[in-house]
């Protein structure tokens, strides 16, 4: 199985985002290292495993899909990259699915659940086209007051358009899907657009970054992003679903991607 560029995926969006009978605003926040302002670019990786699906395709395509991200997290904690794809546990492969070596951006996934949809219950993602990988992310605290008064708050993982980034590889996040089915021949599927990703520590000191469809309602919900869908060639507007997942299709505190420093030291968020 190959990876994609995100986080947790990792940290894959530009968020909209709704409580019923709720209201918001956003407020500064940043992530800390060491507990300490961040004072120069810290180089920072994103391992997790991601559900893909297109919502509107029939038949519908599940991907399972796992992989690091590299990235920078840019001085003062608000700002951060995701640049580069990295590989956990299956091959490299270029346009024809020859193995290809280190810095290609196709990723083989599992497909879920196991049919005769795609042959050998595999797809081929493409993560970004054009050899474009660059996607820029703030951080950002929403906080809520919930139609009952109670207060929560959220740390969410923005991702800017380039005309927001100002910076010229800045692209929005796309990915597209090729699956060979035995009896119509090969399937391709471009989604693309603008989701949310959570932002918390979990209760073993772990930064990570979520995507899930929970609502936020809650305030024990610490790791619901509520992300939005995006647009799918095939399936169309608001069927293209990224969800953060851990060995199973459920959105617990243990799926998100993990964030971690290159060379060690604690995330954690202010």
Do not use: Q
């Amino acid at each position: 199985m190959r990876k994609i560029h995100l986080v947790g995926l990792t940290l894959f969006a530009v968020i909209a985002l709704s409580a019923i009978g709720a209201t918001s605003a956003f407020a500064a926040s940043e992530i800390l290292f060491l507990g300490l302002e961040i004072k120069e670019l810290l180089p920072i990786e994103t391992t997790g495993e991601l559900l893909l699906e297109d919502t509107g395709a029939n038949p519908k395509l599940d991907l399972d899909c796992s992989g690091t991200f590299d990235g920078m997290i840019e001085p003062g904690g608000k700002l951060f990259f995701v640049e580069a794809l990295l590989m956990l546990g299956g091959e490299l492969l270029n346009e024809a699915g020859v193995l290809n070596g280190e810095g290609n951006d196709m990723i083989d996934c599992k497909v879920l659940p196991e049919n005769t949809t795609c042959e050998k219950n595999e797809a081929l993602v493409t993560v970004n086209l054009n050899g474009i990988t660059l996607w820029h992310v703030e951080l950002l605290l929403d906080t809520f007051e919930l139609s009952g008064g109670e207060i929560m708050t959220a740390y969410l993982g923005h991702f800017l358009t380039g005309a927001e980034s100002g910076i010229e590889n800045v692209v929005t996040p796309m990915y597209t899907v090729d699956c060979v089915n035995p009896l119509i021949g090969l399937i391709e599927d471009l989604c693309e657009g603008l989701s949310s990703a959570r932002l918390y520590v979990d209760a073993a000191g772990n930064l990570r970054g979520s995507f899930n469809s929970l609502a936020l309602a809650k305030s024990t919900d610490e790791w619901a992003a509520e992300s939005e869908k995006t647009t799918c060639s095939i399936g169309g507007a608001g069927t293209g679903l990224v969800e953060s997942i851990n060995g199973a299709e459920t959105d617990t505190e243990g799926s998100g991607g993990i964030i971690t420093a290159v060379g060690g030291g604690a995330l954690t968020l202010s």
